[in-house]
T-cell receptor, first 113, second 115 residues
Framework: GENVEQHPSTLSVQEGDSAVIKCTYS??????FPWYKQELGKGPQLIID?????GEKKDQRIAVTLNKTAKHFSLHITETQPEDSAVYFC????????????FGKGTKLSVKP | EPEVTQTPSHQVTQMGQEVILRCVPI?????FYWYRQILGQKVEFLVS????????KSEIFDDQFSVERPDGSNFTLKIRSTKLEDSAMYFC?????????????FGPGTRLTVT
């Protein structure tokens, strides 16, 4: 079945710097790749997603890139702010956004003021 | 903004007892899911539910687990005889089947502690 690996497990950056989190997936049939942000005591919140027919997607300070050949996708956060501090999860699905999501282990991002 | 809600936020139970975790999905959503996250591990898919039946389930979702939509608003996960290894955070999620956006929206979770 699908397996998603996520790196790094922890990431510390200075406010204003960029942060990059990378994920790889194993099943070439995967076609939907969401990113979730989880703050302490809350459920995962979708922040951006990308489908396999697109190579890049951007939403203000957040962007996601997908390389289907290499089977990896990345989250880029520019101009980081302290409120970006959270755990970020990548996920993949072979049945679009309504299929079961296979998650990575998460990255704890700390943005230091 | 509509959101998925879950009750209780924390449930403590003894091994062998039955527990029911409750979720109220977003009102116009038709796909429902349960995931769990053991402390320090990945979020894992358990089951998806559509049109009053299970559409997909993982190997974790064995005969001890069941799901039900008892009325038009609630979606429940029942664990028949809890084990220590069932201790985890359980997340409910829902998604729509129409419109442009089909994303899965997650609830805040129920922390289940089995002693």
């Amino acid at each position: 079945g699908e397996n998603v690996e996520q790196h790094p497990s922890t990431l510390s950056v200075q406010e204003g710097d960029s942060a990059v989190i990378k994920c790889t997936y194993s099943d070439s049939a995967s076609n939907y790749f969401p990113w979730y942000k989880q703050e302490l005591g809350k459920g995962p919140q979708l922040i951006i997603d990308i489908r396999s027919n697109v190579g890049e997607k951007k939403d203000q300070r957040i962007a996601v890139t997908l390389n289907k050949t290499a089977k990896h996708f990345s989250l880029h956060i520019t101009e980081t702010q302290p409120e970006d501090s959270a755990v970020y999860f990548c996920a993949a699905s072979i049945r679009g956004s309504q299929g079961n999501l296979i998650f990575g282990k998460g990255t704890k991002l700390s943005v230091k003021p | 903004e509509p959101e998925v809600t879950q009750t209780p936020s924390h449930q403590v139970t003894q091994m062998g007892q039955e527990v029911i975790l409750r979720c109220v999905p977003i009102s116009n959503h038709l796909y429902f899911y349960w995931y769990r996250q053991i402390l320090g591990q990945k979020v894992e898919f358990l089951v998806s539910f559509y049109n009053n039946e299970i559409s997909e389930k993982s190997e974790i979702f064995d005969d001890q687990f069941s799901v039900e939509r008892p009325d038009g608003s609630n979606f429940t996960l029942k664990i028949r005889s809890t084990k220590l290894e069932d201790s985890a955070m359980y997340f409910c999620a829902s998604s729509s089947d129409r419109g442009r956006f089909y994303e899965q929206y997650f609830g805040p979770g129920t922390r289940l502690t089995v002693t």
